[in-house]
């Protein structure tokens, strides 16, 4: 009980402080530009999604902030504290740090794993409260080579909450996994969220990043194209709504792009993708186009703008091979 | 809650590391059966044979029955009677020592032995067919009639620890230390690197020192079972005999292998790749193997060779452990050879703390 009394009193202390600040930061490997001056403000409490593509820079600013790599230029302040200004090691007893693809020790169980990591820190969970945070009660005694996927990536959740940190850090910690094993990580990244701690996440996937994070940036060659809430950066699109298509047969790109409400016309052999004010406008436009045109309409699907949009808006790409 | 205290750290990191290498099969093979079947293959090959008879083969003659018979006055010679081509096959494979043959051009029917020409052929570079022949003419002239000068008492005696056998199984365990020391610890950290799991340990507040301090530690309560295996089983099977202090031994055996767990961390200090290590283990281990005394003395080396052969560290603990072992030395006379592992781990441990790489 000693222990809860601790971290609330650390919490309120933290509160004023935020919980990441970057300023200007780079860090170039040889002539790779992979972090390119980033500027970035989390507050405590707060779930932030570093968005974008394999290669845009996500894992190396992460390192940067959990003090495993060195930035070039910039500076870099976690709960207030700067990397090597002080005692390093007794500060990463307030944060927690989940990498990309790290493997546990195959040959320890669950319980084992857990056991060893919370002695490293000097406060935290005991491993029984831990072992509950993170579900997995039921694979304990379970050798860590045989666990799935997404219990492996439950259990190296639950051992960076082992210490019950202020500040979480995630790098893409459901890539890979199905839907039903991601939702369960988010679960648990929900529940601490509920406790009052913070997040950095990165994630190429959308969804994730809609559903865990107060606010997003989306990041591609080292900078950030955009940062806000997902609802801004949905609105910031010209044509929130998204009519896509298959044509068999002609109609003219033009006839198109002149239709009612059509911000932006994106064309991929018989594939369309049109970005709209409305729906309702357009689409009862579209067919009767496509009517005069003889031409036939098939595969239509009509939906809202997501993330994935924004992105694509901003880069020209995709988010994820995966869709 | 008595069962989820949190323990020290070093605690921890030694008792996961223990537990790593017991649930490995194949690790338990490689430090634990392995040596035996390899004690044991040696040990038979190599085993004094109870005073090995000579092989002496005659060649088919008027006089071979005699001759046979005043061979066999001698208990270590052992008479075949063979024609010419089967005796001559036989020499070339090592089978017999000696062929005696009578020359017949000379007096082709001597009536006695006395007055016929024989032949002893042999190869003078066998150590066994110049035994052969001196035996073989004992045997004959003292049958013949011939009277001893002096009288001689035999007075046999047998040196403990002075078998092959004996001489084998230190350098095994010597070898053994270094085996399960170098690779254990440096697969062990090499592969955590290529997981980054070494990078996920640097990102908590885990004292990097604990993590390299517990290779240390659990080698030194593997070692114990390791060294225990080898001296038991060479005692009840060949009868291999500790004649010093036993203390000593595990002495030598903790320093030695401490060692050899620096070596391990120092190849992997920084090596990416299993392949990269494997590299470099070999390099180190493989001229080890051979100089340092393992199977047969390194004083066969030339002599401007050996004080560097002494310098290797195997060679130290291989001496440590067979003047523990075999010579009931104590360890005051081993200084030397405590002093060189000494330097080693030392160097080794610290160069490996400065360049460890964690990511």
New interface residues.
């Given amino acids: 009980m000693e222990i809860s009394k601790e971290e609330i009193s650390g919490r309120t202390i933290s509160l004023a402080i935020p919980a990441v600040r970057c300023n200007g930061v780079k860090k170039y490997f040889q002539t790779v530009h992979a972090v390119d001056g980033i500027d970035l403000e989390v507050r405590t409490g707060e779930c932030f999604g570093l968005l974008g593509p394999n290669g845009a820079g996500k894992t190396t600013l992460v390192e940067v902030m959990?003090?495993?790599t060195r930035a070039d230029e910039g500076i870099v302040e976690i709960l207030g504290y700067c990397w090597g200004s002080g005692d390093d090691?007794?500060f990463?007893?307030r944060i927690a740090?989940q990498?990309q693809?790290?493997?546990?020790?195959d040959?320890?169980t669950v319980e084992?794993t857990l056991?060893?990591?919370?002695?490293?820190?000097?406060r935290g969970h005991?491993?029984?409260e831990v072992i509950r945070l993170g579900e997995l009660e039921e694979k304990r005694k379970e050798?860590v080579h045989k666990l799935s996927g997404g219990t492996k990536q439950r259990l190296a959740l639950a051992?960076a909450l082992v210490s019950n940190p202020e500040l979480l850090f995630m790098d893409e910690p459901t890539t890979g996994l199905d839907p039903q094993a991601r939702a369960r990580v988010w679960g648990v990244v929900e529940e601490f969220k509920l406790r009052g701690g913070t997040v950095m996440l990165t994630t190429h996937y959308m969804e994730e990043a809609a559903r865990l994070c107060n606010r997003v940036a989306i990041m591609d060659h080292g900078r950030f194209l955009a940062i806000g809430t997902p609802a801004e950066l949905i609105a910031s699109l010209d044509g929130r709504e998204i009519i896509e298509f298959r044509v068999l047969g002609e109609l003219e790109q033009d006839l198109l792009t002149g239709l009612p409400g059509v911000k932006a016309v994106d064309r991929k052999n018989e594939s369309y993708v049109l970005k709209v004010l409305s729906i309702d406008v357009t689409l009862p436009a579209l067919l009767n186009a496509a009517e005069r045109s003889r031409a036939r309409i098939d595969h239509l699907l009509t939906r809202q703008a997501t993330l994935e949009d924004v992105f694509m808006s901003m880069t020209g790409g995709r988010l994820n091979d995966e869709g | 809650m008595m069962k989820d205290k949190i323990r020290n750290p070093l605690y921890e990191l030694t008792v996961a590391r223990i537990k790593e290498s017991v649930r490995e099969p194949e690790m338990l093979f490689w430090v634990f059966v392995f040596p035996i079947l390899l004690a044991v293959a040696l040990g038979i090959a190599f085993r004094e044979k109870p005073t090995d008879r000579l092989r002496i083969a005659i060649e088919e003659s008027a006089g071979a029955e005699q001759i046979s018979k005043l061979l066999s006055i001698r208990e270590d010679i052992q008479p075949i009677v063979l024609d010419t081509g089967e005796a001559n096959e036989q020499l070339r494979k090592g089978k017999v020592d000696l062929i005696i043959s009578i020359d017949q051009s000379i007096n082709p029917q001597p009536e006695s032995l006395v007055l016929a020409n024989l032949v002893f052929t042999y190869d003078e570079t066998r150590s066994n067919s110049k035994i052969a022949r001196m035996a073989s003419q004992d045997a004959i002239e003292r049958g013949l009639g011939r009277k001893d000068m002096i009288f001689i008492r035999d007075n046999k005696v047998e040196t403990p620890g002075s078998r092959y056998i004996d001489f084998l199984i230190p350098g095994l365990i010597g070898m053994n230390l270094m085996g399960s020391g170098m690779w254990g610890v440096g697969f062990a950290v090499v592969y955590a690197r290529t997981r980054k799991l070494l990078k996920r340990l640097a990102a908590t507040p885990m004292r990097r020192s604990h993590y390299l301090f517990a290779f240390m530690l659990s080698r030194m309560i593997f070692l114990i079972p390791e060294v225990a295996m080898l001296v038991v089983l060479g005692w009840i099977i060949f009868n291999v005999r500790v004649f010093g202090s036993v203390l000593d031994l595990v002495i030598v055996s903790i320093l030695g292998s401490l060692t050899f767990a620096g070596l391990g961390l120092l190849v992997a200090a920084r090596s990416r790749t299993i392949e990269g290590a494997s590299g470099w283990m070999n390099f180190i281990i493989m001229p080890m193997y051979i100089l340092s005394g393992s199977f047969f003395s390194y004083e066969r080396f030339p002599e401007f060779a050996i004080p560097f052969i002494r310098a290797l560290p195997l060679t130290a603990l291989n001496d440590a452990l067979r003047a523990v072992m075999n010579d009931g030395r104590p360890l005051y006379s081993i200084r030397l050879e405590l002093a060189v592992l000494s330097v080693w781990l030392i160097l080794t441990f610290v160069v490996s703390l400065k360049i460890f790489k964690w990511q």
């Fill in positions: 959990e003090g495993l090691r007794a990463r007893d740090v990498l693809e790290t493997q546990l020790a040959k320890l084992e056991r060893l990591f919370r002695s490293f820190f000097s005991t491993v029984d050798r051992c």
